[in-house]
């Protein structure tokens, strides 16, 4: 046989096996789904009943961009998303044509006066500024976005001194004040990365006047990066401030205490997501987090449900006390509202025995979490709306409401909602989401599985390059201090002069029916 026809031979051999290889590989597939125990709809349909899980698969992508319209979505709406992106990118939060919001839909709303505030009158520091960067917009057509970044001096909107709420006051060596009402949530070092950490902590310093919260999970290096005052959070399983056997360790607590940034403590006795202790695989426990939490390399973690140090509201007071005697710094506690009537016991016991924090976090039941079950998420916990009230009527009904900060959380991403918590109670307001959002978070909610693909909710390397520090700081600077200039717009909306004004009497509520009815008569006079 000459070689013309060896070739010519091997040539369609090689052809037949081309065209044959597709078929091949799908009768072998068909075989494998009709042969399998697991799924039923694969014995029935073999290879048809992969475009159902596909399609499952790619379903939460699809709703998010195609089919829901923009107030659709959750845990977060298209617009709500957006507003908080844009708000750190441009840092603006001018819209056009009119608002998208349900009016029809049950709601509250800020109650605006008939004679607003005049800017000039508005109680802000003025002397102040912020250098930061934001984004331009050059042109916005169909493929092609051009846009350039900008340095800009900025106000950043704090509270004169004169005016600036004070946690602490009368109770500890080293009080602790607040120019910002508005500040970033618990999350902690191993739930994020460092990249986003470190984001955080430079872009809240130099925002000035807001706080960082470290979450449970302990204070690392990348807490410290920024100038920025730190709530230092206590967790059952007392990371970072625990003997590696995990008792409570004071000498530790103490050298936590002396850090000048750490400016307060919380104890977490639950957060809205997750009224339970948490699990840490010993695979996500590497060197750098176990020296920080104090535990032992690649050794599997499970948090206990509640505090082993007290068992009841005397024991946690007292316990609350010391903390506040040997650290010097405000101490405070972050719970979840469910059964009433241990709420009333716990503020009963403040009042009669003139121990008490000086701070509650009422964490709503809707806020987020890292990690957690479906049926804790959804039915443990009053959201906040009806929970801070509540919180905050049972302080004043007992003579404490001046003596005890609330701070509030739970989806608390944009102006008007910060404004509404104001209203109904809360000193403070604590935002994770929105923050996270402006260091690159999609919402593609895997932040379970460590595979977070903006590397925010991730401790792998390679998907954290996703991750610009530098650039995302910016974002976050530019959203809290947005924050505060669309807070202060609402004020004067109001009538009102600074943002620490707004009581019951600024909110109303509207019904489905056009009913309405004042916050005043939904809750009681906010008045402390």
Known sequence: MSLNTTMLVVLLILMVLLISMPFMLLFYLWMKDRNQREHAVLRNFPLLGKVRYILEMIGPELRQYLFLNDNEATPFSRNEYESAVISGKYKSR??????????????????????????????????????????????????????????????????PLAD???????????????????GQSAMSFGSLG?????????????????????????????????DVDLVYQIGPALFGVRTEDGAFSWEAFEEKSAIKQVRAFELKLAQGAKTRGGHIEGTKVTPEIAKIRNVKVGVSIDSPNRFNEFHTNTEMLAFIERLRDVGGKPVGIKLVVGRLDDLHDLIAAMATSDRYPDFITVDGGEGGTGATYQELADA?????????????????????????????????????????????????????????????????????????????????????????VDEKSFRVTNYIISLREGLYNLTAAAGLTIPTEFTAEHIIYKYDDGRVKPGTELFGTSDS
């Open 380 to 468: 443990v916990g009053l959201p906040l709306h009806a929970a801070l009230p509540y919180v905050h009527r049972l302080l004043v009904e007992h003579g404490l409401r001046d003596k005890i900060k609330l701070f509030a959380s739970g989806k608390l991403v944009t102006a008007d909602k910060v404004a509404i918590a104001l209203g109904l109670g809360a000193d403070f307001v604590n935002i994770a989401r929105g923050l996270m959002f402006n260091v690159g978070c999609i919402q593609a909610q895997v932040c379970h599985t460590n595979r977070c693909p903006v590397g925010v909710a991730t401790t792998d390397p390679k998907l954290q390059r996703a991750l610009v």
């Open 164 to 182: 600036a709420p004070v946690i602490g006051k009368d109770t500890c060596r080293e009080p602790f004040q607040v120019r910002g009402l508005i």
């Open 194 to 226: 460092e990249n986003a950490i470190s984001a955080f902590s430079i872009g809240l310093g130099r925002a000035k006047g807001t706080w960082m919260n470290t979450g449970e999970g302990g204070l690392s290096d990348y807490h410290l990066k920024g």
């Open 94 to 159: 001018l819209i056009g044509f009119g608002s998208e919001r349900d009016f029809d839909a049950n709601g509250f709303y800020v109650q605006n006066a008939l004679f607003p505030t005049q800017r000039a009158d508005l109680k802000i520091a003025r002397d102040e500024t912020v250098t930061t960067h934001m984004y331009h917009l050059d042109a916005d057509n169909l493929f092609t976005r051009k846009e350039h970044i900008v340095e800009q001096e900025v106000s950043p909107y704090l509270l």
